[in-house]
């Protein structure tokens, strides 16, 4: 059982490696598609390099991006693209982590009580509970999620529909901000044809101010790189700052995944179940690629508590 588990975290990280070099590939295919048709139909790829159309297009929509995010927003949108580029956040061993902390944690609260964990739950690092789970502790947002509710639990008479309207309302307004900034980045995807027609604008306004005098194929050739504008607008919008901005949502929401976890393993403690079938409840929660079978994770709880 333990060479099963080790085998299927090992072929899942090397499909999130994978993951990189696809987003990588896809984005060449794009650029190598559109100037190799172009090319195909006669073009010449100097015809499309005009640096003031670019300035136009992607230093507006920069702008613009800027006016209508907070800092906060802004900040988290460099952070989230620079993230896309690394190793995902949650893998496949991360949220088997996240399992066994929680059963770890639920089988102290059944044998121990809730005010065995009071004095953990109250030190800054989480205490014995993160002990053996230094990567989920250096994890604030998900160690604080953690923590409070488990404060809820010690301190407060909420019943199982209280207990679980709260966390949702929380886990509601941390997905909305974990998804802001991948919907800041559409917002500009959105803008950028936009601002690709205000550069064709410019070069017909252009164009029809030295109309005077000028020779057809002159005219034609500044009309041509007006209407790189709108290419450009469309193909940075489409081909670019639209998938990076989908990346990012699904990047998002594996990180509001973990924190599912934890709401649907104390929820059902809450409600009566026993620690394993808990951790099964929120074992169903996750996405097929990163969800343990039943029979791994089983084994490995079992181990847990044998060792224990």
């Not at 005009?50 to 802004?74: D, M, R, W, Y």
């Not at 309207?165 to 997905?175: A, M, V």
């Not at 699904?250 to 976890?261: C, G, R, Y």
Request: hydrophobic share 50%.
């Amino acid at each position: 059982m333990a060479r099963i588990g080790a085998w299927t975290s090992a072929r899942h990280s090397q499909y999130r490696r994978c993951q990189l070099v696809i987003q990588i590939i896809g984005s060449i295919v794009v650029l190598a598609c559109v100037a190799v048709g172009f090319m195909i139909e006669g073009g010449k790829l100097l015809a499309l390099w005009h640096p003031a159309e670019f300035l136009i297009i992607i230093g507006a929509a920069f702008g613009a991006f800027l006016t209508s995010n907070p800092i906060k927003v802004v900040k988290a949108s460099f952070a989230g693209i620079v993230s896309l580029l690394k190793q995902e956040r949650y893998e496949h061993d991360d949220y088997v982590s996240i399992l066994k902390l929680l059963y770890d944690v639920l089988l102290r609260i059944r044998k121990e009580g809730l005010m065995a964990i009071e004095s953990d739950i109250d030190s800054p690092d989480g205490g014995q509970l993160f002990k053996k789970y230094p990567q989920i502790a250096a994890d604030h947002h998900l160690r604080n999620f953690i923590t409070d509710s488990l404060r809820l639990m010690v301190g407060g008479n909420l019943n199982p529909h209280e207990f679980e309207s709260l966390l949702d309302e929380e886990l509601e307004t941390f997905r909305q901000e974990v998804h802001e900034p991948g919907h800041a980045v559409q917002r500009m995807a959105d803008a950028l044809p936009g601002f690709g027609i205000v550069a064709a604008v410019l070069g017909i306004v252009n164009t029809m101010a030295s109309i005077a005098g000028a020779d057809t194929a002159s005219i034609g050739e500044r009309v041509a790189s007006a209407l790189v504008g709108t290419f450009l607008g469309i193909l940075v919008s489409y081909g670019f700052a639209g998938p990076l901005a989908a990346a990012m949502g699904h990047a998002a929401n594996d990180e509001v995944k973990a924190f599912e976890l934890v709401k649907m393993a104390l929820v059902a403690n809450v409600r009566g179940y026993v620690p394993a079938v808990a951790i099964e409840f929120a074992r169903k929660l996750l996405f097929s690629d990163v969800r343990p079978s039943f029979a791994d994770l089983e084994a490995q709880l079992k181990n847990k508590a044998a060792k224990a």
